[in-house]
T-cell receptor
């Protein structure tokens, strides 16, 4: 099962520009996490935001969470070619012992 | 930090054969493990949830007799793809969740299965 949608599905930008990806989900959550995945590789955990938090920063990453709209955004500032990857949001439902549920992902391409 | 080791990282097998994928938590006890499947250019889809010592719970549409999951210990879960077909070719990723100080979800590095 999947929680919801991410948009855009694909995003192409130039190095130095900012990239914004959005994620929507359906159920109540404990937290929301963002992951990166390079082509054919495993997942890299980027950042976690709890349901009682509204914004969080980590380096060039900024995540927002709006639980009333059941949505989150990931902003990557001053993008680099190395940021080229697929980005997924994953929600942890409130129900104990349940799996992370992933969104459909955004494929980001950063050209130099 | 919590580490999950998944093996093999890639495997090629013939149609009709079975393939076993292992997922080990190296430095924590994983009371719950999750198995995901990812087709090319798609997201991760949860296949099943397994708790140590009990039968796995499969998501709708996932054949339990085809994807055998064993979670016999707190550090090891296995996924066996039985009678593999080319349409089973996919990227399989496990995730482990511990208890106590480690409530996080730790992912294995994934297994690329190609059935020929």
């Amino acid at each position: 099962s999947q929680q919801g949608e991410e948009d855009p599905q694909a995003l192409s930008i130039q190095e130095g520009e900012n990239a914004t990806m959005n994620c929507s989900y359906k159920t109540s959550i404990n937290n929301l996490q963002w992951y990166r995945q390079n082509s054919g590789r495993g997942l890299v955990h980027l950042i976690l935001i709890r349901s009682n938090e509204r914004e969080k920063h980590s380096g060039r990453l900024r995540v927002t969470l709006d639980t009333s709209k059941k949505s989150s955004s990931l902003l990557i500032t001053a993008s680099r070619a190395a940021d080229t990857a697929s980005y997924f949001c994953a929600t942890r439902p409130n129900q104990a012992g349940t799996a992370l549920i992933f969104g459909k992902g955004t494929t980001l391409s950063v050209s130099s | 930090g919590a580490v999950v080791s998944q093996h093999p990282s890639w495997v090629i097998c013939k149609s009709g054969t079975s393939v076993k994928i292992e997922c080990r938590s190296l430095d924590f006890q994983a009371t719950t493990m999750f198995w995901y499947r990812q087709f090319p250019k798609q997201s991760l889809m949860l296949m099943a949830t397994s708790n140590e010592g009990s039968k796995a719970t499969y998501e709708q549409g996932v054949e339990k007799d085809k994807f055998l999951i064993n979670h016999a210990s707190l550090t090891l879960s296995t996924l066996t793809v039985t009678s593999a077909h080319p349409e089973d070719s996919s990227f399989y990723i496990c995730s482990a969740r511990g208890t106590g100080a480690n409530y996080g979800y730790t992912f294995g590095s994934g297994t690329r299965l190609t059935v020929v």
